[in-house]
């Protein structure tokens, strides 16, 4: 049952894309938190499996918004933010499930932490027991973004610590950060689709002097679907946004100074990345269509992000290893 509470406020926020497979077991991991949840939103990004069916049997436990077609994961999450009033939002991919002290556990590292903005917790890989799925963010001097301890036991990675950012998988942010850094009303960039827009609102957030927080503590686990499959089998859309929206993330947030220092990781990176896109993935070339698109607006939300910066650079590309 959901309750009120005088502590801070929770709101948790799910999009959906044909989920029938994993949603009701989501939705019991959530009702099953130590914590009172405000409120439950969901937005349903034009399902046409049983999703839908499933979701209205939490008739009055939740709240739904129905697309009539799929705005993909940042708009569909903007969607659910402007929809909430709460201290804290968690946003959730419904392949997750949650330890009953998730929340609670987020929610202490936070008011621990007044220059935190997000946290995220040890997400465990529902495809193999007892290993890392994601335990924060981690940037390379390249430009490349990984989880932390991904495939590594969970046992390495038990100690709590600030890291560059957190999973968009079940990251809890709070409305103090998603204010200060949205840009044009935007959180998530809609210009993402989807994909990597959770490194972007990390490397934008600590441009502003937000950190983020990695608590062991907090448990949940992920099936991640389509990453847990070989590259090939990966949808051709999927493949796209993910190689073009990392060149989105550096026009926006990148410093000139750092490209320059740091032009040997990128250098190396772009030439094997530029050879194996030629010979085995020619159809990724096709992406670079979009980002020209949006290459007048991209600039005007780098402008305001720059202009927006609060924090010493050095402290930023701290984060930034080889």
């Known amino acids: 049952m959901l309750m009120k ?10 999009v ?25 939103i969901i937005v349903d990004n034009a399902s046409s499996d049983r999703t839908k069916e499933f979701l209205k049997k939490y008739h009055g436990e939740i709240d739904i918004l129905y697309n009539s077609s799929n705005k993909g994961f940042a708009q569909a999450h903007n969607q659910a933010i402007r929809s909430s009033h709460s201290d804290y939002f968690l946003v959730l991919n419904p392949d997750i499930r949650l330890d009953k002290n ?5 929610i202490e590292a936070m008011e621990d932490h007044p220059s935190v903005g997000s946290s995220a917790g040890m997400l465990l890989s529902q495809n193999q027991l007892g290993f890392i799925d994601s335990a924060g963010l981690v940037i390379k001097r390249s430009r490349r973004a990984f989880d932390r301890g991904q495939n590594d036991p969970s046992l390495k990675w038990s100690r709590s610590t600030e890291v560059f950012g957190v999973s968009g998988a079940a990251a809890l942010y709070s409305r103090v950060m998603v204010e200060d850094i949205s840009i044009f009303g935007e959180f998530f960039d809609e210009d993402f ?13 600590q441009l502003m002097g937000w950190g983020a927080y990695y608590e062991s503590k907090a448990v949940a686990t992920h099936e991640r679907g389509w990453k847990s499959g070989k590259r090939k089998e990966q949808p051709i859309f999927v493949r796209r946004l993910s190689y073009i929206n990392r060149y989105k993330m550096m026009l926006k947030n990148d410093i000139i100074g750092y490209v320059f220092l740091h032009c040997f990781y990128l250098l190396s990176f772009e030439v094997l990345s530029l050879g194996y896109t030629i010979l085995r993935e020619p159809q990724l070339i096709l992406a670079w269509g979009d980002l020209f698109n949006k290459f007048a607006t991209i600039i005007k939300k780098r402008k305001q992000i720059q202009e927006k910066r609060k924090v010493s650079l050095q402290r930023v590309y701290n984060w930034f290893n080889s």
Do not use: G, M, P
């Not at 509470?5 to 799910?14: A, C, E, G, L, N």
């Not at 998730?102 to 987020?106: A, E, G, K, N, T």
């Open 102 to 106: 998730y929340v609670s556990y987020l």
């Open 16 to 40: 959906t894309f044909n989920s029938e497979s994993c949603i009701q077991n989501c939705l019991e991991s959530i009702f099953q938190q130590s914590y009172s949840i405000s409120q439950i």
């Open 193 to 205: 689709f989807a994909y990597k827009e959770d490194v972007d609102v990390a490397w934008r957030a």
């Open 5 to 14: 509470s005088k502590r801070s406020t929770v709101s948790i926020h799910i």
